[in-house]
Structures are given as structure tokens and as C-alpha cells.
Nanobody
Framework: EMQLVESGGGLVQPGGSLRLSCAAS????????IAWVRQAPGKWLEWVSD????????RYVDSVKGRFTISRDNHKNTLYLQMNSLKPEDTAVYYC????????????????WGKGTLVTVSL
């Protein structure tokens, strides 16, 4: 059974940093693309970043470029999201999402979701 478990969320002040983790099991982690997707209160899901299986090419939504870094440790079967210079608008539940191939470009290509971890950016 495929499983994704996020951790690392919490309350942080504006300008602060957090590192999210997503521990994966039940599939060959290195092969598949994985994404971070967030949902702010009262808003739609927003694609934050994704990283390919194999070559680990990554992409980011414009609003987090230069502040967030996605990475993966294929030996530990873990995905990370380093978040720096956090802003109140980054407040959301952050989910990791596994793609069904080495590249993940659309929500329809997601075949497994984690339950999410809450990030709150506030004074």
C-alpha cells in the first residue's frame, strides 16, 4: 500500500523558516515524481512545487521561487520542502502528492496523497 506522511508544519513568524518532510512507503520512491500542493483556508488547492523521478528536475510556482526549495533523498524515501522568508500568505495545509510516472504535471496524474501538515505564518 502506498503511503505518504507529511511532517514539519507549525507556527512560524513572518520571515521565518520551516522544513517540511514527506516520508514515503509502498512504492519505488526514486522512480516517481512527487509534488507539494497546498490549500489555504477557503481557497482552492495550489501546486507549489514538484520534482521528477530519475533526474530530479524541479519546478516552482512563481510565488515561492527563490524562497522554497524542493529536494528528495531517495535513500531515505523522503521528500523535503525547505521554506524560507515565509509570508502570511504561505499559511496553508501542505500535502505531498505522488505522480503515476517520472514526471508530474497535472492533478489527474496524482495517484496518492498524504494527509497534510499545517503551516501557519503569523505574528
Amino acid at each position: 500500500e502506498m503511503q505518504l506522511v507529511e511532517s514539519g508544519g507549525g507556527l512560524v513568524q513572518p520571515g521565518g523558516s520551516l522544513r517540511l518532510s514527506c516520508a514515503a512507503s509502498g512504492f519505488t520512491f526514486s522512480t516517481y515524481a512527487i509534488a507539494w500542493v497546498r490549500q489555504a483556508p477557503g481557497k482552492w488547492l495550489e501546486w507549489v512545487s514538484d520534482i521528477n523521478g530519475g533526474d530530479s528536475t524541479s519546478r516552482y510556482v512563481d510565488s515561492v521561487k527563490g524562497r522554497f526549495t524542493i529536494s528528495r533523498d531517495n535513500h531515505k524515501n523522503t521528500l523535503y520542502l525547505q521554506m524560507n522568508s515565509l509570508k502570511p500568505e504561505d499559511t496553508a495545509v501542505y500535502y505531498c502528492a505522488k505522480g503515476d510516472s517520472t514526471v508530474l504535471r497535472r492533478r489527474n496524474d496524482v495517484d496518492s496523497w498524504g494527509k497534510g501538515t499545517l503551516v501557519t505564518v503569523s505574528l
